[in-house]
């Protein structure tokens, strides 16, 4: 059974720190490229981060460029989100969201979603 396991939300004031992890079981970690995306109420689904399956390469959202840090350890199948200088407009509901591309068919896999509240 695939699952997605997310921890490390929570309340946090403007300026702190937070890290979000996501642990993957099910399938085969290292073949999937991960993303963390976010919603807030009344926003769309955006990505945020996203990192290839072999950790190599990395791309973000303008928004929190210089600021978040994805990074992933095969080994513990484990994804993470580093959350430095964070904002108000940061809140919102964080996903792992674990992707393969094949030749006909897509593979995606979602977490349930952490809270992530920056508020003083």
């Known amino acids: 059974q695939v699952q997605l396991v997310e921890s490390g939300g929570g309340l946090v004031q403007p300026g702190g720190s937070l890290r979000l992890s996501c642990t993957a079981s099910?399938?085969?970690?290292?073949?999937?490229?991960m993303n963390w995306f976010r919603q807030a109420p009344g926003k769309e689904r955006e990505l945020v981060a996203a990192?290839?399956?072999?950790?190599?390469?990395?791309n973000y959202a303008d928004s929190v460029k210089g600021r978040f840090t994805i990074s992933r350890d095969n080994a513990k199948n484990t994804v993470y989100l580093q959350m430095n200088s964070l904002k108000p407009e940061d809140t919102a509901v964080y996903y792992c969201?674990?992707?393969?591309?094949?030749?006909?068919?897509?593979?995606?896999?979602w977490g349930q979603g952490t809270q992530v509240t920056v508020s003083s």
């Open positions: 099910g399938f085969t970690f290292s073949s999937y490229a």
């Open positions: 969201n674990a992707v393969r591309r094949r030749y006909s068919s897509l593979d995606s896999y």
């Open positions: 990192i290839t399956s072999a950790g190599s390469g990395t």
